[in-house]
């Protein structure tokens, strides 16, 4: 059967059919009634439309839904249609109203719907696939086009919405939601969310919980199995908020509660407001991978706060959060010269990772290594990398250089977030604002707009020159010893005083040297020499297998298969899958592991994975 394929969707967003410049979505009120023998969730939404032009028919965005029913809040009933199926993007929802509706009017429309056991947004584990064993799990993860699959919706970031959630579930499970918890009782669970979110923030999380209070407005939740783990590993929450508060302004969303999820779980973290989402690959046991909370933390403000307009604008998200991130986790530094050394080599470790991207995933002349993107004719999917994380974060490093620092430049972030909080906006906005901001000062019109926009490749970043390298020039040391075999023998004291950061960023150096540099002998020593192997740190693991197997170490293979098999972070299963792809003798088994295995990983990962491996 042939699928459709077409360019934008519609005029604002290319990735959404919903017409947000005909009508707005101001409030939904849900249900749900999780089913777990079925993997369905049986739901009613009743949404609260706000109109701004005169329109006959309500469009929404849906992937796989069925629509059981759809009328007025008065019970009038309504005739609606399924547009064809487009993969990647789904059907467009045509509601048709009972007369024209004219500008500013208000009306309520309830539909009921249920999702399918392959909705591309909801992952439904298996009591294997979880921590204990013994009870089913279930978790969400809609960003960035995934909540049309959960509920009829404008699914566009460009629309923002308040909600209020009644969940049933088994008595013995915790629900969880990107809202406020009100109320528990028996098998049913309320929720708030007063501000408003876009609808790729909608989050739902079912499993057998258990919680551990941090602090007075944040909770950590996991299965017992974790909880104690993760409750030291998370134990500075609180202080982090209080200092992103210090750069960005008061936290507006109350809670702040982290829920670490099983392994399957595709990202780092997940910034659903009031409920970061976190993989279990943060629990190294010394707070080293601290920084991905303070990045979740970061988004209440950029992302959730202010966010883009659509995922044409990614950046906006992504680097403005990266960017804040690095800042804040140098400001917890008690030592000013160690914040600047901490930051600075931070955004070193950020550009190794921009390098590999543009230079060995997607190319230099990508149209996705640019900062804003053509989204025509494509999934958001298509289009993740770390190219709006890191290029969006120098972008911004560089802005602020220019401008003349920190000093200046935090008053500017703290009143861009003042502009445009509870708002969505684009590039062309940002860069409005910022030009209006700076005004007086004559170094803006050095600028070049378009070719840090929409110039593929690697930026010229010449201004990185200033960057504090005392941590990195220490692990260059390192590397030159490591490689050079025949003078000098490696003993623990070359890397004793290393941080966990320093060692991946001495590992990601060797990952980009020519693989014929180093002997896989020399490689074994180093391992076992630099305490390396059997490192509990996942994104120490992560470099030291992709070294191994890019060395082509037959002894390694099995703990390469065993670690993209047992989670799913795709910044780990991704570059590793495509290490293994690229070693031939193995390459059949490497595609057979990932077939078996395709059916427990989340949608998004196996869509990702099928394209690194050529099986698309």
Known sequence: MKHKTMGALSPLDPSSFSRPELCLIKHIQLTYDVDFENKILHGTALYNIQVIDFMDDLILDTSELTIESAELDDGTQLKFKLGEFIPNLGSKLSVRLPTSVAPEKEFGLKIKFKTAPTATGLQWLAPNQTAGKEHPYLFSQCQPIHARSILPCQDTPGVKFTYNATVTAPKHFTVLMSALRTDVEDDQTWFSQPVPIPSYLLAIAVGVLQSKKLGYRSTVWAEKENI???????????????????LCGPYQWKQYDLLVLPPSFPYGGMENPCLTFVTPTLLAGDKSL?????????????????????????????????????????????????????????????????????????????????????????????????????????????????????????????????????????TYQFRDFFLEYFKGNEKISNIDWDTWLFKTGLPDLYFCDSFDRTLSDAVKKAVDMVKDEECSKLTYSDVSRFTPQQLIYLLQSLIEEDPSSLTLQRLRD??????????????????????CIRKKDQGKLD????????????????????????????????????????????HVSAYMLRKDLRLE
């Open 290 to 426: 601290a920084d991905v909370i303070v990045h979740e933390i970061m988004h209440s403000w950029t992302g959730n706060l202010v966010t883009n307009r659509n995922f044409e604008h990614f950046w906006l998200n992504e680097g403005f959060t990266v960017f804040l991130e690095r800042k804040v986790g140098a400001s917890l530094q008690q030592d000013p010269e160690t914040a600047i050394q901490a930051r600075d080599f931070s955004s070193l470790l950020g550009m190794q990772e921009l390098e590999e991207t543009i230079h060995n995933e997607l190319g230099d002349n990508s149209p996705f290594t640019q900062l804003v993107i053509n989204l025509e004719g494509h999934s958001p999917d298509d289009a993740f990398s770390r190219v709006p994380y890191e290029k969006g974060s120098l972008f911004l490093r560089y802005l602020e250089d220019l401008v003349g620092g920190p000093v200046v430049f935090d008053d500017f972030i703290k009143a861009y977030i003042k502009k445009f909080q509870r708002q969505s906006l684009d």
């Open 559 to 602: 703990e390469a298969l065993e670690f993209v098999n047992n989670q799913g972070r795709m910044k780990f299963v991704r570059p590793l899958y495509r290490d293994l792809y690229a070693w031939e003798e193995v390459r059949e088994r490497v595609i057979k592991n990932f077939l078996e295995n395709e059916p427990y990983m989340m």
């Open 228 to 246: 104690e783990s993760a409750a030291s590993e998370f134990e500075d929450t609180e202080r982090y908020l209080q200092a992103a508060e210090q």
């Open 526 to 547: 180093m391992g076992e020499t630099y305490r390396i192997h059997g490192n509990p740190n996942s994104e120490i693991l992560f470099r030291w297998l992709r070294l």
